[in-house]
């Protein structure tokens, strides 16, 4: 079906009209952003509760326009909805705002200061553009958004072409808890199309943008946002490599386990995750080679999420074959059919191809000859997402030399375990440097994905009256604060 | 004096050079950012010392280059190596590595999750360009220096050119002290420069960079830092208005105070600083013009930093006579007399080069007719460092509407005082949207300036013993962390 007959893309006029209420309600923000902090929370589980009670009606329809099955859906409903409510506890908890009060002092050694009081404040209007492979999570009510929402951002959400009649329903749903819960109208608004898309991130009332999708579509988005007469943070999360790391002893303990665990791994979603591992460093001789065969066989080809997906993982199993020393296992024929590649840790250092994101259900094993190499392939791999590290207790200096040289490449390291799975929790990391995000230092998943929307402003000797509660010496809503320095 | 002709520029050999040994510090540097964090912060402080033991060696440097008086210059000096212990204190505080540790759960409601330990790490090697107005502050041992060796990264200075001798004086110190301390070599290292400048953002080991200056230099960079294969954040501090608000009240109950507080924060520096109240928002009928004009006129000329700062200034102050509507006050002539443009809250809007920043000792006067154009005037300011209110309790209405814009458009909002004087403590925040600074959601001055320099990292599952000390459970430090959401 050709999901883009069924909605029609938002004009130059509607873009315009988006942005222009989400400007008023930011001018109103002072409102939203003013709410008692428990007021902003209930929003927030407000509409986590409408979408919860359409769970059936959402994974359906969206399961019409992804495939990605029920249950995955229904799962993944559920999965949004806890993102929406631990943002709300977020908001009550309140160290979202990073108090900081010194009262004034005549001298400080040589230093007089006057009294300032610091907190974060939302940043505006928040673009997000929603992901094609989570068309709940990442996608218009998904983690940017309650990010946006909670530190309170109108949000304008470009819906991802492959899921559009999900996606506006799901944005009427968010727009009834706005209303009922007495938001201001443009609190939440959805777009739709390629040049909507392009359009909301110049728009001079937007005031920073979030995107979840390929390179190259993130890349566009991002030169126009820091081209803009006025540059915005654009914070996107963009393809991934996700290494992992098995030494030798691994192999020996556990070596079938780690070959099925991988293949798991690779082809969960049919392969279509950011956290994917893409690349699988084994030692040679590690004869794992039929266990891997078996494995990757054993998975029936799934339909996958969009023609454009389906394309781009023909291009690029064509490119990575195309390489010389490459072995395949598994079905090389099928436009998806899921598949290994085989070559060697040195050919990866030579061809950049090999450790670059295909997104979809294939993967490169690559063979190290000597610890040695491993270390300074961990030294090579490019931004990522996450990587893994498969070892034994005895590894112990092989590992360190790993993690030091990972903990700059990756925003997650694993420890015998797998990429795929990202928990919704406070100490969650879901970023890391180019090309997995165009901001290294944020994530776009967890509570601390709030800060992305937030801006410090420091009031200087401003009266306890004219000051927001949370900075009154009183501290009557109760929050966490540094004062004085302590 | 031609400063150029005494220190050579950098040759694209030598930056090279300094970018290849403060990446092989990054890898050394996983020594400094594992040093004990007592071990860091005493490289700052052993910074700090050496600097105060040459205190009036570098003020005497810095006068011959930049005129601006061995007082201000020795005080400065002083403000310089207080930055640099606050950071020190920073370290060990660790609140900065906002550590939080969530252990497995087998499920919390729906949700299961492994044991996620998150803390922030360095970033990596980082570019700092130092400022012409402040030799020393914001220069190569400046706040940007001090927040990035805070943060555990190494630090390549662009040296301004209007203080060569000086700052290639404060970098052999602080390197001596790099190296008394231990620190790896290429943990800081200083480049001369507009070539070098360049190459220096664009060399692939950098991996932030730090900006004081001018608006058409920081965009420079920032086109070249963002437009690399792989972006980096670009931290630009550049043009500010910081508008000044008063009420009729305010000139009613402290006219004279007012404008003589004016004029006294315009010409400090002469006009110099990057917080200098370069819009003065006053109800007509104020009748403060000839107190204005007593006060200007009062204040002597001075030799501006650079011959390219005294063209600008001419240049500027220029367009601004040429706007139609603008009355003199203070002597028009003399290439760096200072003097006040009176006009009115109408051009202004009008007119946007009435409300861009010009360096040096001018400043605009706008004269408002009721309230409500005060406030419009607040909602129409570019984004600014600083905003300041003049007001009196009977002015609550207006004032609280004005506050409400103004958090928005600027980084600190000052109560009955004037922007210029910016304390160095926790709760400050220097920063604010463009074109105050290429990045609003973070600040170059304080204690909170090293989040610029640090990337998350989570590990999953890692085993105690080779988790970093700060995450193990015996929190051996003794860090403040959020463990399981508390």
Redesign the interface.
């Known amino acids: 079906m050709d999901n883009s007959a069924v909605i029609a893309d938002s004009s130059p006029a509607d873009v315009e009209s988006c942005c222009r209420a989400a400007a008023a309600a ?2 109103e923000l ?1 409102d939203l952003a003013a709410w008692p902090l428990k007021r902003r929370a209930g929003l927030l589980r407000s509409i986590a509760e409408v979408l919860d009670a359409h769970t059936a009606e959402l994974a359906g329809l969206a399961d019409e326009e992804t495939s990605l099955g029920s249950g995955r859906l229904t799962g993944e409903v ?2 949004t909805t ?1 993102q929406l409510r631990l943002l709300a ?1 977020v908001i009550e908890d309140g ?1 979202f705002a ?1 108090i ?3 009262h004034a002092l005549a001298a ?7 009294d ?3 907190m974060l ?4 209007p928040v673009a997000v553009y929603a992901a094609a492979n989570f068309p709940f999570a990442f996608s218009v009510a998904g983690g940017d958004t309650a990010a946006a929402l909670a530190a309170g951002c109108p949000v304008v959400v470009k819906a991802h072409p492959g899921h559009p009649r999900t996606s506006q329903r799901t944005a009427d749903l968010v727009q009834q808890a706005c209303r009922d819960a007495g938001a201001p109208v443009g609190t939440f608004a959805l777009v739709q199309g390629f040049e909507a898309g392009r359009r909301l991130v110049t728009d001079p009332r937007i ?1 920073a943008a979030a995107f979840t999708g390929s390179q190259r579509g993130g890349r566009a988005l ?2 126009l946002a ?1 081209s803009r007469p ?2 915005i ?1 654009f914070y996107g999360e963009l393809g991934s490599i996700n290494p992992v790391f098995v030494t030798a002893a691994a192999v020996t303990a556990r070596g079938p386990e780690i070959a099925a665990g991988f293949v798991a791994s690779v082809t969960l979603g049919n392969g279509q995750f950011c956290t994917k591992p893409g690349l699988l460093f084994l030692p040679a001789g590690h004869g794992l080679d039929d266990a891997l065969a078996t494995a990757i066989s054993s998975v029936p080809p799934a339909p996958m999420l969009t023609p454009e997906i389906s394309d781009g993982f023909s291009s690029g199993t064509r490119d990575i074959a195309a390489i010389g020393a490459v072995r395949v296992l598994g079905a090389a024929e099928g436009p998806a059919a899921p598949r290994l590649y085989v070559t060697t840790a040195a050919d990866v250092a030579q061809h950049s191809r090999l450790a670059e994101e295909c997104f979809g259900p294939s993967s490169v094993v690559a063979e190290y000859r000597y610890d040695e190499e491993l270390v300074e392939a961990a ?1 090579a791999v490019p ?1 990522s997402l996450a990587a893994a590290i498969h070892a034994e207790p005895d590894d ?1 200096k092989l ?2 030399a790993l ?2 040289s990972l ?2 490449r ?8 797998w990429p795929t799975g990202v ?7 879901h ?1 890391g ?3 997995a995000t ?6 776009s998943v967890g509570p ?1 994905a709030i ?2 929307f ?10 306890a009256d ?1 000051l927001p509660d949370v900075l009154q010496d009183a501290n009557p809503v109760g929050l966490r604060r ?1 004062v ?2 302590k």
Not at 121 to 124: A, L
Not at 410 to 417: L, M, P, T
Not at 423 to 429: E, L, P, R
Request: no cysteine; proline share 10%.
């Open positions: 930011t001018a002072a559920g999965r806890w506890d160290g990073e900081i009060i010194d400080e050694g040589a230093r007089a200061r006057p300032l009081r610091r404040v939302p940043i505006g005031r991002f030169n820091v006025d540059p943070p030294g931004g112990e590992v360190r993690l030091a903990q700059s990756a925003g997650r390291i694993i420890w015998n375990g928990a919704v929790t406070w100490a969650m990391h970023g440097p180019w090309p165009t901001a290294s230092i944020h994530t601390t800060r992305r937030l801006v410090p402003v420091t009031f200087q000797d401003v009266p004219l540094r004085d320095g």
